[in-house]
């Protein structure tokens, strides 16, 4: 009897024994897809969906609190976000942005910091502020593991402006991941008024992946080591300050600008393009009598500078690392300036018009030599001019039919680059449609000298954006249509130029819809199973 259920249920097992796998291999396969689809897991590539962790430039409290103890939080957060169009990072932060909070205080005030480490950390966190006196600037008595809380109190006893950074071991890894930000430290009275604070703050990221490579980018310390930032920016990410997040400003104002070099490596050469800087308070030191107009300020990694100048005229002023080349890795900010212009400070007399012969000078990139130049933007026979001018180019937009060959020529006194791509989120050398510079071939980036020209011919329908590397306000359009008389593909391009886009919640749905669609396809396998125990009883 005994035997004969044994017996049975073993034939059952045989029986089950197939469909019983590709069931829990169905569940397994099911399960294992959630985790992939969650948004927080490193490695997603879905860029789009990545928030922006960059905090804002106009984020300041305006005064320091009256009272004489103030309460500060700072949680310490492990973040995916973006570091540049395309570019996700696992960030660490202070309050979850790049750089984190600006805390402002007054001589003198008692503050009681609080340090909460967010449960789902990987690592311990801490501060070190450069305003704190006594050992390790905080460092010794906030380390705070994950899901912990770390209380202490500092008086601020130094007028400045402050860095402060995460202070746990490896510490130049958890500055390169963004964890510093500023403390102001104001003087009895406070600081003069000015129309306009912004934050700004310049830190090196070192990703696995070179500038621009799309995707999740993870940490390389080998780079770090080496000192080689892939990107250098402006409040944690490539176009922090560009684009629609570019810094307003008016005529007339007096703006004051709070910066900090977190570093952890490069030294920074601190410059407003078309501004002087009226007033320099150099390495963030406030009570000593400022600099008065200078051109570039050298802020060493881990320390500050507080800049005041007033706007003239209108247009826009870009803010840069003098160290240019690090345009090239996002270093890169515009103060847009709006109101009445003043043609007495700044105007334009007379455009050179240029007639007769002029020899080109050859170049190592490709040159086409041109004895008479047509007026600006003429077209004739498949060949126009564009002029650069005043760090312009003239016209800046252009529509021409494929086959048309573009000139550019340099008539500006300094040189320039024609270099496709958006300024605020620059492609890798080798992608650009087209570029003066050479820079894919040689990793050099050449100008184009004031005399010289550099022609392109255009053979595929499309809009092209350009810009010049080392004046990346200088920006230009070509739309490109489809010579008359061939096929036009537009209408084609235009079905299969689409994307789908998935955001983290989209996959879960699908997930769970294929969670669904598999657990009737069990539920079917199982009552045929039943039917088919039936028939065999019988
Ligand atoms: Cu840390």
Not at 125 to 151: F, K, M, R, W, Y
Request: aromatic share 8%; charged share 15%; with cysteine.
């Amino acid at each position: 009897m005994r035997a004969d259920r044994v017996e049975g249920s073993r034939a059952s097992i045989k029986n089950c024994t197939p469909k019983v796998i590709f069931i829990v291999f169905l569940l397994a396969i099911s399960l294992l897809s959630i985790p992939f689809f969650t948004q927080n897991v490193s490695g997603d590539n879905n860029a789009a969906s990545a928030p922006d962790r960059s905090r804002s430039p106009t984020d300041i409290p305006s005064a320091p609190s009256p009272s004489d103890r103030v309460v500060i939080t700072l949680v310490t957060q492990e973040k995916l976000g973006k570091l540049a169009d395309g570019v996700t990072y696992d960030f660490w932060t202070f309050n979850g942005t790049v750089p984190g909070p600006f805390i402002r205080l007054r001589l003198n005030q008692t503050v009681e910091m609080h340090i909460v480490n967010l449960q789902n950390s990987t690592m311990t966190h801490s501060i070190d502020s450069h305003a704190i006196l006594g050992p390790g600037g905080g460092g010794a008595i906030s380390q705070t593991p994950p899901g912990q809380e770390s209380i202490f109190q500092f008086k601020a006893m130094r007028v400045g402006l402050f860095m402060y950074h995460c202070a746990t071991p490896d510490i130049p890894t958890h500055i390169a991941n963004g964890m510093y930000g500023l403390i102001l430290v104001e003087p009895q009275g406070g600081l003069a008024k000015v129309d306009r604070e912004f934050y700004i703050a310049q830190g090196e990221f070192y990703t696995l992946g070179a500038f621009g490579q799309q995707g999740f980018q993870g940490y390389s310390f080998q780079k770090a080591d080496a000192e080689t930032p892939d990107y250098v920016v402006f409040n944690g990410r490539v176009g922090a300050l560009t684009g629609n997040r570019t810094l307003q400003a008016k005529v007339g104002e007096t703006i004051r600008i709070f910066f900090l070099n977190a570093g952890p490596n490069l030294d920074s050469s601190f410059h407003v393009i078309g501004g002087i800087l009226d007033r320099v308070y150099i390495e963030g030191s406030i009570l000593s009598p400022p600099l008065l107009n200078v051109q570039t300020t050298l802020v060493p990694a881990g320390g500050s500078v507080m800049v005041e100048f007033t706007t003239e005229v209108p247009g826009k002023l870009t803010l840069v690392d003098h160290s240019l080349f690090r345009i090239h890795h996002g270093a890169l900010g515009v103060i847009n300036v709006v109101g009445a212009s003043n043609p007495s400070v700044y105007s334009s007399i007379k455009n050179a018009t240029v007639t007769g012969n002029m020899s080109m000078p050859s170049m190592n990139v490709t040159t086409t030599a041109t004895s008479t130049i047509p007026t600006v933007g003429a077209t004739a026979s498949n060949n126009t001019i564009v002029v650069m001018l005043n760090s312009a180019y003239l016209p800046a937009q252009l529509t021409i039919t494929a086959g048309t060959t573009v000139t550019w020529i340099n008539k500006d006194s300094i040189g320039h680059t024609v270099t496709e791509g958006d300024p605020n989120s620059p492609k890798q050398p080798a992608l650009r449609a087209f570029d003066s510079s050479g820079e894919a071939g040689s990793g050099k980036a050449a100008l184009l000298e004031p005399g010289q020209s550099w022609s392109y011919t255009f053979t595929t329908p499309g809009t092209y954006n350009y810009y010049c590397i080392v004046h990346p306000y200088m920006t230009g359009q070509i739309t490109v249509l489809p010579a008359s008389g061939s096929n036009n593909t537009q209408g084609y391009g235009e079905l299969t130029n689409f994307e789908i886009t998935l955001t983290g919640k989209d996959l879960l749905g699908i997930s769970a819809f294929g969670i669904i669609v598999l657990v009737s396809m069990m539920l079917v396998i199982s009552r045929s199973g039943k039917k088919e125990g039936l028939t065999t009883e019988q």
